[in-house]
């Protein structure tokens, strides 16, 4: 089973990805978290991504592609993966087809997380994120134990400066235009399923799952 998440910043794509690599013993491919570890790692590939990083540019989608390449080379994809965060638009897309056809395989399931500005502004803006080792929490939704301090590793919590409100504004607007295609794109295919992610988490991932049932092949 290989599935997309797709949504706004803010949607859940994240949170919904982990808890479903757990529930259906599937790979959770982020390709923030390959970013990350790629530069952390010193990779080749890593360095030629902080070189755009440092210059305040965005790490083109031919390096980002690269990087998804070696993650798909990995033996825990055999059973299946989550992929959370790619692709971002249509070229992405037209993109990952490609490098998933030259391994014989398709994407089975495209799930749309739909959200309101509203709830994406009101969980964004409470985001905190580890400086350590990256994970997640938020001041009401998913607080840490103790403040400030992150649950894993026992990191500094701090606020990204893209989940301030009024940058949360501006990366919804820029996710707006970049998605009309990618959405039609994935329509044409029918691939496509829209969920509301407004809702309790836990029922929107039981929605999820029972996406996966239709597929005859795969066995929760």
């Known amino acids: 089973m290989r599935i997309v998440l797709l949504g706004p910043p803010g949607a859940g794509k994240g949170t919904q990805a982990q808890r479903l690599a757990e529930r259906l013993n599937l790979a959770h491919i982020s390709t923030g978290d390959i970013l990350r570890q790629n530069v ?3 990779t080749s590939l890593g360095k030629e991504a902080k ?3 440092e210059q305040g540019l965005l790490v083109p989608d031919s390096l980002m592609a690269r990087m998804l390449l070696d993650r798909l080379a ?4 055999k059973r299946g993966f989550i992929l959370d965060g790619y692709p971002r638009n249509l070229a992405q897309a037209e993109t990952l087809e490609l490098l998933l056809k030259e391994k014989g395989i398709g994407i089975d399931e495209v799930i749309y997380l739909d959200s309101s500005d509203s709830v994406i502004i009101q969980r964004l803006s409470g985001r905190l994120a580890c400086s350590n080792c990256g994970a997640n929490f938020h ?3 998913m607080p840490p134990k103790a403040a400030g301090i992150c649950d894993k590793c026992a990191g500094k919590l701090y606020q990204r400066t893209d989940d301030k409100e009024e940058t ?3 990366r919804l607007q820029v996710y707006k ?3 009309v295609d ?33 597929h005859d092949s795969f066995k929760v």
């Open 40 to 42: 952390k790692d010193q």
């Open 51 to 53: 070189d755009f990083m």
């Open 74 to 77: 990995q033996p825990d994809i």
């Open 139 to 141: 001041i009401k939704n």
């Open 168 to 170: 949360v504004m501006k």
């Open 177 to 179: 235009q970049e998605a």
């Open 182 to 214: 990618l959405i039609k794109y994935y329509q044409e295919k029918k691939k496509l399923s829209r969920l509301d992610a407004d809702i309790d988490p836990d029922v929107v991932l039981n929605e999820i799952i029972a996406l996966t049932k239709k």
